[in-house]
């Protein structure tokens, strides 16, 4: 089974970026759909962005359309989110998950069977 291992948060000032990485191991991250999601206190885990097997693919929630980019890099093993404009509801702990239902992209964390540890990101007014 692939790990997966999370890495570049931190805090930030309203209208700044950060650029979170995956790393994986175990296993190629090629066979497997992956995505972002994130927890704030008290919320549920909710899908940030998704990216097919292939890069063909990808889903962004609403709330971050035109502001974070997903990409891979099957070469590397590694999977990153580009968050720009960043703002405070944007603060959460972010983790990087691993689907082997590479048919379609998928937004609910029950189809996602491999997760990293979480990166803490906090967005300052």
């Known amino acids: 089974q692939v790990q997966l291992v999370e890495s570049g948060g931190g805090l930030v000032q309203a209208g700044g970026s950060l650029r979170l990485s995956c790393a994986a191991s175990?296993?190629?991250?090629?066979?497997?759909?992956m995505a972002w999601f994130r927890q704030a206190p008290g919320n549920k885990r909710e899908c940030v962005a998704v990216?097919?097997?292939?890069?063909?693919?990808?889903y962004y929630a609403d709330s971050v359309k035109g502001r974070f980019t997903i990409s891979r890099d099957n070469a590397k093993n590694a999977v990153y989110l580009q968050m720009s404009s960043l703002k405070p509801e944007d603060t959460a702990v972010y983790y990087c998950?691993?689907?082997?239902?590479?048919?379609?992209?998928?937004?609910?964390?029950?189809?996602?069977?491999?997760w990293g540890q979480g990166t803490q990101v906090t967005v300052s007014s």
């Open positions: 998950a691993a689907s082997p239902l590479t048919h379609t992209v998928e937004v609910v964390t029950s189809l996602y069977d491999t």
């Open positions: 175990g296993r190629p991250v090629s066979t497997y759909n």
């Open positions: 990216i097919s097997w292939s890069g063909g693919s990808i």
